[in-house]
């Protein structure tokens, strides 16, 4: 079974600094998807960034980076600028390509509060 | 207009009832999952329907029946409440298998039950 782990329970940052999220997952798939979800106090969940683990170019949405290693079996975030509303538990999650055995869910890891301080 | 909706987004019950959370996507998704929070914020999946059809029961208790009578809905049944029930209950939904795309998620369920 995948698993999926955040060692980091909470961080927290400057505004306008950088952070980065740790994440490492174990699976013996070749081909699977990572992501990151954000969950801020509203309790909704936010999908942040996806990486496809067949493309080796990191994924970026903004001011959202990610640093994937295939081989390491990491999957980092980073936020940079980051602002009051970054503020939420993040979530690693991965998820299973056709033929898996994690096909059709995503395992998530244990979570990590990050507070942004003005 | 909302995405994924589910209701009711609290639920405050005692030991042994039966509770229904319902959860409606009009995105027109072809697949539905229920996830459960724990009081330590760790999600687990509980089901997922492809197309109606169960395709993942995650070791879940008997007491939690999904139904979903069409594609849009995925409502979770839960008989003879105990505390240990008490979670936050999302529901989301995705077009295709989980991974290859991107999923939405409802505003969750907070069930007490006490």
């Known amino acids: 079974a995948q698993t999926v782990t955040q060692s980091q329970p909470e961080m927290s940052v400057q505004e306008a600094e950088t952070v980065t999220l740790s994440c490492t997952y174990d699976t013996s798939e070749n081909n699977y998807y990572l992501f990151w979800y954000k969950q801020p106090p509203s309790r909704q969940m936010i999908l942040v960034i996806r990486?496809?683990?067949?493309?080796?170019q990191n994924a970026t949405e903004n001011r959202f980076s990610v640093n994937f290693q295939k081989a390491a079996k990491s999957f980092s975030l980073k936020i940079s600028d980051s602002q009051l509303g970054d503020t939420a538990m993040y979530f690693c999650a991965f998820g299973g390509d056709a033929g898996g055995t994690s096909y059709g869910k995503l395992t998530f890891g244990q979570g990590t509060i990050l507070t942004v301080h003005p | 207009d909302t995405a994924v909706s589910q209701t009711p987004k609290y639920l405050v019950t005692q030991m042994g009832n039966d509770k229904s959370i319902k959860c409606e996507q009009n995105?027109?998704?072809?697949?539905m999952y229920w996830y459960k929070q724990d009081s330590k914020k760790f999600l687990k999946i509980m089901f997922s329907?492809?197309?109606?059809?169960?395709?993942i029961n995650e070791t879940v208790p008997n007491r939690f029946s999904p139904k979903s009578p069409d594609k849009a809905h995925l409502n979770l049944h839960i008989n003879s409440l105990e505390l240990g029930d008490s979670a936050v209950y999302f529901c989301?939904?995705?077009?295709?298998?989980?991974?290859?795309?991107?999923?939405?998620f409802g505003q969750g369920t907070r069930l007490t039950v006490v």
């Open positions: 995105l027109g998704h072809d697949t």
């Open positions: 989301a939904s995705s077009h295709g298998i989980w991974g290859s795309t991107e999923a939405f």
């Open positions: 329907y492809n197309n109606k059809e169960l395709i």
């Open positions: 990486q496809e683990a067949y493309k080796q």
